[in-house]
């Protein structure tokens, strides 16, 4: 039977104490610490993105307005002694905010809605996917159930206690499964003003492990960013990955061989 760990736990008060420390901390680093001009991580993704949509002219207006919005940002960020903090802060959770924040800013000059600007800055943040490129090129290995396995524990240590409440719930062979009580993106977003955007985080899971093989299933019921009580990641092992089939105009050394 696998060993169900205590789950790390937080009351309500001291939840309470926790996000009021951090928006207190984000709102003193404001009158500090002016503004560096430090290039926003996934800059040319965004740009990229917002530029079949909006077309080239506009996109790069906008994204200077986003690099704008990350200087701040970033200048007036809270000092998290967890390095796996600071690393979700300023590469993943800053640039999402700037984005929504410069969106935003300019739907509200065109007349346009914040659903609308939330919806964009959602659409635009899928592009961010770099997990799932991995998994499409993995998806043939016939070993991957027991890769990611063998990733699960190092993996895990990008989340550690200062930010996350993790119960691990299952890790065998045929199961790994585990639920978050507590979330740093979702707290920091709070903190922020824009608990919304944190949605679109989980969104990216979801983006991802669809890419997964057959003999591999992404199972999730609910997150706390929309709104439920826990986020649920769970990966079952269903079968055995089938090899794509090779066009018959296919390179002769790509096509299967004959037995014998």
């Known amino acids: 039977m696998a060993r169900r760990p205590l789950a790390r736990t937080r009351g309500p008060r001291g939840r309470g104490q926790y996000l009021a420390g951090l928006a207190a901390g984000i709102a003193l680093g404001s009158t500090l610490?002016?503004?560096?001009?430090?290039?926003?991580?996934?800059?040319?993704?965004?740009?990229?993105?917002?530029?079949?949509?909006?077309?080239?002219?506009?996109?790069?207006?906008?994204?200077?307005?986003?690099?704008?919005?990350?200087?701040?940002?970033?200048?007036?960020?809270?000092?998290?002694?967890?390095?796996?903090?600071?690393?979700?802060?300023?590469?993943?959770?800053?640039?999402g905010l700037a984005l929504y924040q410069a969106i935003k800013e300019d739907a509200a000059q065109r007349g346009s809605t914040q659903a609308a600007a939330l919806a964009e800055t959602g659409a635009t943040l899928e592009r961010l996917d770099m997990l799932g490129p991995l998994l499409r090129q993995a998806r043939w290995l016939p070993n991957l159930p027991a890769l990611i396995r063998l990733t699960f524990s190092p993996m895990m240590k990008l989340y550690p206690a200062a930010g996350w409440d993790i119960r691990i719930e299952e890790q065998s062979p045929q199961r790994i499964a585990f639920k978050v009580s507590r979330c740093f993106y979702l707290d920091v977003l709070t903190a922020y003003g824009a608990p919304e955007l944190?949605?679109?985080?989980?969104?990216?899971?979801?983006?991802?492990?669809?890419?997964?093989?057959?003999?591999?299933?992404?199972?999730?019921?609910t997150t706390l960013g929309r709104g439920g009580p826990y986020c649920d990641f769970c990966w079952r092992v269903v079968g055995t990955a089938q090899a794509p089939a090779v066009s018959s105009s296919a390179p002769a050394g790509l096509r299967s061989q004959p037995a014998g």
């Open 33 to 95: 610490r002016r503004p560096s001009q430090r290039p926003m991580p996934h800059m040319r993704i965004f740009q990229r993105t917002l530029a079949t949509t909006r077309g080239v002219v506009a996109a790069t207006i906008l994204s200077a307005r986003i690099q704008a919005h990350y200087d701040t940002l970033l200048a007036t960020r809270p000092r998290f002694a967890h390095p796996a903090l600071r690393w979700h802060l300023t590469y993943q959770i800053l640039p």
């Open 198 to 221: 944190t949605a679109h985080y989980c969104q990216l899971d979801d983006v991802a492990y669809r890419e997964l093989p057959s003999s591999v299933q992404w199972e999730r019921t």
